[in-house]
């Protein structure tokens, strides 16, 4: 039993980012040469584990991927023990466990995000081998020093600040650039140190208009009539932090199911106001300091093309160790960076658990200190 050929497949679940392949490519190249592992790739996420679409990730289909951006398998949002088939919501881990058993497959690798990581464990739990690979651009997946596809959208997005910094300086405007990151400030923060934003908005950190534009007027005072605001996607004001706070509580607090699908309403409603935020930002901002305002929704942009060396590195190092733990039959796991190394980190520990900017992170410290406004 011990000797017996080891089968494993590999999926990707969540939206892509660069380093998916280089990923696919260090577990499948690590399992199918090095351990004599058959590895085969579900299409689409979750979502082909559940409809059985599989292509087989032979030396061929390995080679050539490690520099391409996105993910040869495909990618989907769904969550296999709530899918919707035929307009009804179904759990599908049954059949999911059916698949696995015709496959003769000893181990499921998800490269994911936070969504997967409690997938997968819902997957542990009902008694499927799995093992999990953090990977998101918004690098906020816990019990892990580093996300594969951060380092990426981190220099796409510092770019992006760079060139933005042309047209604000000799227009005299305020540019407002909204990055990505979901409920995490890592690549708005990273990104505006880099870029040197005047001012970073990150949702660790609600913020007061009327501290930016004091900050931007005394730039102007100084002599230096543009300002670039880098804010992330998830920032709030004050006033809509609280409100999301009140909101998100009477979610976990409802007991019936009329209260439960009203709160849930009333957060649907705020998150998709929210959508705006950026664009009555950058309005609020021109009516307080009277200066031209302008926004720039990077978007998609920073989840789009090669990794960077040290996401293909990242990449690589998670996938060959992950290769390794099932060499060694350790499921029930996420493959975490830990400084030079790795480290298998039980799903319980990390499914359900988000890593947020700390307000006092020595990131957060250095801005200030260059007189970066944070808003608050
Ligand atoms: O998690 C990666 C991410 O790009 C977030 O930064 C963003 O909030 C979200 O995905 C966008 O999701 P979708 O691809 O479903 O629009």
Known sequence: MANKRQRIGILTAGGDCPGLNAAIRGVGKAAQGFYQMDVIGFRDGFLGLV??????????????????GGTILGTSRDKPHRMVIDGKTKDMTGVVKENIKKLKLDCVVCLGGGGTQKNALRLHQAGINVITLP????NDVAMTDATFGYATALDIATD????LHSTAHSHHRIIVAEIMGHRAGWLTLGAGLAGGADVILIPEIPYDVKKISAAIRQRSKKGSSFSIVAVAEGAKSREDAQLFKIVEKNVKRAESLESTLAAKHELATLEMRHQGNTLRLAHQLEELTRL???VTILGYVQRGGSPSTEDRILATRLGTACADLIHKRHYGVMVAARA???EAVPLEKVAGKLKLV?????????????GTCLGD
């Open 51 to 68: 409809e059985n679409r599989f292509i087989e990730l032979d030396r061929s289909a390995l080679s050539g991927i490690l520099t391409l």
């Open 135 to 138: 990977k998101t651009i918004d």
């Open 160 to 163: 992006a600040i760079d060139r």
């Open 292 to 294: 031209e305002s302008r």
């Open 340 to 342: 030079d190394g790795t």
């Open 358 to 370: 700390p307000p006092d992170h020595s990131w957060v410290q250095s801005a200030r200190r260059v």
